[in-house]
């Protein structure tokens, strides 16, 4: 296969499709404003717009136009359902009661500035309105309700105690203890990888994909997602607050991770052989698209 990637510019993507994801957050502020009581409003402004990668809804908006999607602004919206999810989620894994972090993405954090009830209730808030959002966006993409049905089902499903909550609830049960390689993983691909694979399959499922693609993307996804945090654990254990924008936290808490399980140089080609299964994966799928090879090798090129 040709490396479509090595063409491919990444950064102007990434800013392109920032772009739009970020004008379809505001939409969805907009929208959700009357919903919403007006005390809790700049919180939840403040954890949906403070910026990140926005990798969930990239992947979101590449795997909708590699499944064959017709390009509208709903692409967009519909990416934007997940990244409410990611957004709610480090608002309350921030909080006191659980990382009690002071930094985000190099601002102080929601409850730092809204104080923690605000911030707590604002990141519940946010939930509903994610499924909201999946729902309205699926039924502009999709002329088949079901597909709507679908979207709202799997985002659930992956943002609960069998995705992300559950890895959260495994990761604060693990803290103080050292966890097996196996159940690292298995953490991971919960808190980490659900999200991440749900956004892929959202993407698909909005264009119509066939199930092969979808198996594809679900390899994909669980592949990229474990590089990401193996990742993660490498720049926690190497990279100061300045890079990072929040302070390293995993030694601090007494967590394992694959740098404390198989040091960093290990951890590191573990991440670059997971990045090798993800693109063999897009090919075993019939998959051709370079934003998604580009962005699995972007995973553990990434310094932040
Ligand atoms: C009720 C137990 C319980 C949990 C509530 C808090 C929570 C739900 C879940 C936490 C999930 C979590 C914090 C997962 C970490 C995911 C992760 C690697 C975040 C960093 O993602 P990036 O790098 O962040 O994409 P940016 O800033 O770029 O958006």
């Known amino acids: 296969m040709t490396d479509t990637s090595t063409a491919f510019d990444l950064a102007a993507f990434l800013d392109r499709e920032r772009a739009g994801v970020?004008?379809?957050?505001?939409?969805?502020?907009?929208?959700?404003?009357?919903?919403?009581?007006?005390?809790?409003?700049?919180?939840?402004r403040q954890g949906v717009r403070s910026g990140g990668k926005r990798l969930r809804p990239v992947l979101c908006a590449a795997a909708f136009r590699a499944c064959g999607g017709t390009e509208s602004p709903a692409v967009h919206d519909l990416a934007a359902a997940p990244e409410l999810i990611h957004a709610y989620s480090l608002?309350?894994?921030?909080?006191?009661?659980?990382?009690?972090?002071?930094?985000?993405?190099?601002?102080?954090?929601?409850?730092?500035?809204?104080?923690?009830?605000?911030?707590?209730?604002?990141?519940?808030?946010?939930?509903?309105?994610?499924?909201?959002?999946?729902?309205?966006?699926?039924?502009?993409?999709?002329?088949?309700?079901?597909?709507?049905?679908?979207?709202?089902?799997?985002?659930?499903?992956?943002?609960?105690?069998?995705?992300?909550?559950?890895?959260?609830?495994?990761?604060?049960?693990?803290?103080?203890?050292?966890?097996?390689?196996?159940?690292?993983?298995?953490?991971?691909?919960?808190?980490?990888?659900?999200?991440?694979?749900?956004?892929?399959?959202?993407?698909?499922?909005?264009?119509?994909?066939?199930?092969?693609?979808?198996?594809?993307?679900?390899?994909?996804?669980?592949?990229?997602?474990?590089?990401?945090?193996?990742?993660d654990d490498v720049l926690d254990a190497s990279a100061g607050e300045e890079v990072l924008g929040k302070a390293p936290s995993d030694a601090a808490l007494g967590k394992s991770t694959y740098v404390s399980l198989h040091g960093i140089e290990e951890a590191g080609r573990r991440a670059r052989v997971l990045v090798e299964e993800a693109l063999q994966a897009l090919r075993n799928g019939g998959l051709e698209s370079a934003p998604l090879e580009a962005l699995a090798r972007y995973v553990v090129e990434r310094d932040h």
């Open 91 to 231: 608002m309350h894994d921030d909080l006191p009661c659980m990382d009690d972090a002071p930094l985000r993405r190099g601002e102080p954090t929601p409850h730092r500035v809204h104080g923690v009830d605000a911030a707590t209730r604002a990141g519940a808030l946010l939930i509903p309105l994610a499924a909201l959002q999946a729902w309205a966006a699926g039924r502009v993409l999709h002329p088949d309700q079901g597909v709507a049905r679908s979207l709202v089902r799997e985002l659930t499903q992956a943002a609960g105690a069998g995705g992300m909550v559950g890895g959260q609830v495994l990761d604060l049960l693990g803290e103080g203890r050292e966890l097996s390689a196996e159940q690292l993983d298995s953490l991971h691909n919960r808190k980490t990888g659900a999200l991440l694979v749900v956004s892929l399959r959202m993407g698909a499922l909005a264009a119509g994909a066939a199930a092969e693609r979808l198996d594809a993307l679900d390899r994909y996804g669980r592949c990229i997602g474990l590089a990401f945090q193996v990742q």
């Open 22 to 44: 970020d004008a379809a957050l505001d939409r969805a502020l907009t929208r959700f404003e009357p919903l919403v009581p007006a005390p809790l409003m700049p919180a939840i």
